[in-house]
């Protein structure tokens, strides 16, 4: 007997919206325990900034300061997120982040997945009837799983285009599991211009 996908259509909450996500860590890392994938890079974070992208409705941008820089070197990194969550506890299932860690290359996307996918087998990304780009995750915590995909331009052109982005997966069971994340107000969020410094 085939088994039915457990499929998980990501109902968006505006994250400002929620007590208890706007407070960042001294160290990068935003109250979920999610470290921005640049927060490193130049000095350590003194501050930190949430809000929501102008134009949509449910991307929002954070930026981490960095403090001890020098004239010339990078002053913040900025990513712009879409999160989904458990409407009655504020649970996280599910986080997209995308930013440039280094100014002049490629954009990287970075996955907050729940716990409980097989780690051994890739996991599957589908954008509207594109072929389908295999990951794996990376590590797993206590808060989810992270996986990393580097977004060259052709894949961000098509992400831009997109109107639903799919990762599909095992769960540890043996049941395969579907994640599908609305992307119509990703190309406006991407224009952001404190993205890319």
Not at 36 to 59: H, I, N, R, Y
Not at 81 to 92: P, S
């Amino acid at each position: 007997m085939q088994k039915k996908p457990i499929l998980i259509v990501v109902a968006l909450i505006v994250v400002l919206a929620l007590a208890g996500f706007f407070i960042f860590g001294n160290k990068g890392k935003t109250s979920s325990g999610h470290k921005m994938a640049g927060a490193s890079g130049a000095g350590s974070a003194v501050t930190a900034e949430v809000k929501p992208v102008d134009g949509t409705k449910s991307w929002v941008l954070r930026c981490d300061k960095f403090k001890d820089v020098k004239e010339g070197q990078r002053q913040e990194y900025c990513e712009v997120f879409i999160r989904a969550l458990v409407k009655d506890t504020g649970q996280r299932i599910f986080e997209f982040a995308v930013g440039y860690p280094e100014a002049d290359k490629a954009a990287r996307g970075v996955f907050i997945l729940p716990l409980g996918l097989v780690l051994d087998s890739p996991l599957s990304l589908k954008l509207d009837g594109q072929p389908p780009l295999a990951f794996k995750i990376r590590y797993c915590t206590g808060d989810g799983c992270y996986a990393f995909v580097t977004l060259d331009d052709a894949l961000l052109g098509k992400l831009r285009s997109s109107k639903a982005l799919a990762i599909e997966g095992s769960a540890q069971n043996g049941q395969p599991v579907k994640l599908e994340i609305p992307m119509d107000e990703f190309a406006k969020a991407m224009v952001e211009p404190r993205l890319k410094p």
